[in-house]
């Protein structure tokens, strides 16, 4: 084989190291597979459906994974002949590295209501995810779900408060019946307070605590039982964290139980990683920080301060710069772990 032949075109990568990519020619369901050395592959086809298959050693062909709808067998063979560069500008071969594998598929957003997770669930519709939405005021995710109406994909609001095990426990038994259950977890919903440490209330820290570690954390928890019952193994949990889960900055406008439940879901996010690893599993996790945004949280959160006026002083990013942010973390090929993405607007002075 002389040359790459697209009659059916499918990218092939090695899900360790991009020295692997080659492309193969394809007619019907067999296929000339060319990489050297010989190693374990992934294939990726045309709508998004993966393959998975064993080591190309001459001669050994590929399956397709359990549950997937397309069967395909290729038929591998030596040969050094296609390289790398035959990928990297072809629109079909480089589907691996955007959004298009996630069409059709599941995601879950907390906090659907406004700000972030309201334009995470938007830009992920647009991409033809179903997309649940959760949140107390599910009037507003309605309101959304009507606007993205003749968006390739659908949201779905469901009321839940994130805090609230019962709660959280029926929105997943709803999604596994109605969609048979999550591909991807946006952790977003949080919240934070005008407290003090000196000072307290408790119960203002408890609030922080049970949504953005606890209600994160029950979410997580339920989200990877949902994966692992169906044998996903590329689903991904993303943590929508802050930079003030790296740093404590000096500025009156720290809330510091909120730096210290953000600071937590830095540990989590590693944590996890680390209990996926131990379990082989593929499944990625990304922690997300942003800088200032300039959204519904500040008076959310009860913060003795006028947002207009803290947002026209401050340099700050829109809730749409932190759900593109995501969509990137989701779209990189599949070895690839974004895990943790700092978003800071220019000038920030934290
Ligand atoms: N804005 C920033 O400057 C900034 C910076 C860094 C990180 N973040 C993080 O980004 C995430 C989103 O914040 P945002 O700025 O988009 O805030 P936002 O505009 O106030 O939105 C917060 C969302 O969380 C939901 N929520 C709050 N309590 C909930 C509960 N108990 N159960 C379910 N949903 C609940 C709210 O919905 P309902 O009220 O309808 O329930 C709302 O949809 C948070 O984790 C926040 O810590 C924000």
Avoid at 34 to 40: A, G
Avoid at 188 to 210: C, H, M, Q, Y
Wanted: aromatic share 4%.
């Amino acid at each position: 084989m002389d040359s790459p032949c697209l009659q059916h075109p499918m990218s092939l990568t090695h899900p360790g190291s991009s020295a692997f990519r080659g492309d193969f020619s394809s007619q019907g369901h067999e296929g000339a597979l060319n990489l050297h050395p010989p190693k374990r592959l992934l294939a990726l086809g045309r709508g998004g459906t993966t393959y998975t298959g064993g080591h190309s050693v001459c001669g050994r062909s590929l399956t397709s994974c359990p549950g997937q709808s397309k069967p395909l067998s290729l038929s591998i063979r030596e040969s050094d002949d296609l390289k790398a560069r035959h990928l990297t500008d072809h629109p079909v071969l480089n589907a691996e590295n955007k959004m298009e594998r996630w069409s059709g598929r599941v995601a879950l957003v907390t906090g659907a209501s406004a700000g972030i997770g309201a334009a995470t669930a938007e830009e992920l519709v647009k991409k033809g995810l179903k997309v649940v939405g959760l949140a107390r005021r599910v009037e507003k995710i309605e309101e959304l779900a009507e606007s993205l109406k003749s968006a390739p994909g659908k949201l779905y609001a469901l009321k839940c408060d994130v805090t609230k095990e019962s709660e959280v426990q029926a929105a997943f038994e709803w999604i596994k019946t109605k969609l048979g259950g999550v591909d991807i977890l946006i952790n977003n919903a949080g919240t934070a307070s005008n407290s003090k440490l000196i000072s307290g209330p408790v119960e203002k820290w408890r609030k922080i605590f049970d949504l953005n570690v606890l209600g994160l954390s029950l979410c997580t928890k339920e989200a990877l039982k949902s994966m692992k019952e169906r044998g996903v193994d590329d689903g991904h949990i993303v943590h929508i964290n802050s930079i003030v889960g790296h740093t404590i900055p000096h500025s009156d406008l720290v809330d510091h139980m909120y730096c210290a439940s953000k600071h937590a879901v830095t540990a989590l996010t590693e944590g996890l990683r680390r209990e996926l690893v131990k379990q082989n599993s593929k499944i990625r996790v990304t922690s997300v920080s942003p800088g200032m945004v300039a959204t519904e949280f500040m008076a959310a959160s009860g913060r003795p301060v006028d947002p207009e006026q803290v947002y026209g002083s401050h340099p700050h990013l829109v809730a749409k710069d932190v759900a593109d942010a995501i969509l990137y973390s989701l779209g990189v090929p599949q070895h690839v772990q974004i895990h943790e993405l700092t978003i800071k607007p220019v000038g920030e002075t934290f």
